[in-house]
Nanobody, 121 residues
Framework: QVQLVESGGGLVQAGGSLRLSCAASGSFFSINNMGWYRQALGNQRDFVAS???????TYADSVKDRFTISRDNAKNTMYLQLNSLKPEDTAVYYC???????????????WGQGTQVTVSS
């Protein structure tokens, strides 16, 4: 099993910044792609950003140039730097990781419990 624990959410004014963290622990061989999704109240869960083990990144258009995803493979931790925050960024942010769980290269997807980000206008 793999556990993902997010932290760093909170309340911030528009234009402010936050840094989210997602730490992976448990039993796994390696972690491939990691990413962030967000879900605003009453909406579906939407993709925000992803990062491969190589460091290659992908962003949703709505956050490009404002958010930066990064990871520390040695610590099995991923980060999301949120800058120039807008009220429409308010959501629960979830981290996700694809982990290789055995020698047969079986990969499973795991989700964190989410962390609330609230941006006031």
């Amino acid at each position: 099993q793999v556990q993902l624990v997010e932290s760093g959410g909170g309340l911030v004014q528009a234009g402010g910044s936050l840094r989210l963290s997602c730490a992976a622990s448990g039993s796994f061989f390696s972690i491939n792609n990691m990413g962030w999704y967000r879900q605003a109240l009453g909406n579906q869960r939407d993709f925000v950003a992803s990062i491969a083990s190589s460091g290659s990144t992908t962003y949703a258009d709505s956050v490009k140039d404002r958010f930066t995803i990064s990871r520390d493979n040695a610590k099995n931790t991923m980060y999301l730097q949120l800058n120039s925050l807008k009220p429409e960024d308010t959501a629960v942010y979830y981290c996700v990781a694809n982990a290789v769980i055995n020698k047969m290269d079986v990969t499973r997807r795991y989700w964190g419990q989410g962390t609330q980000v609230t941006v006031s206008s």
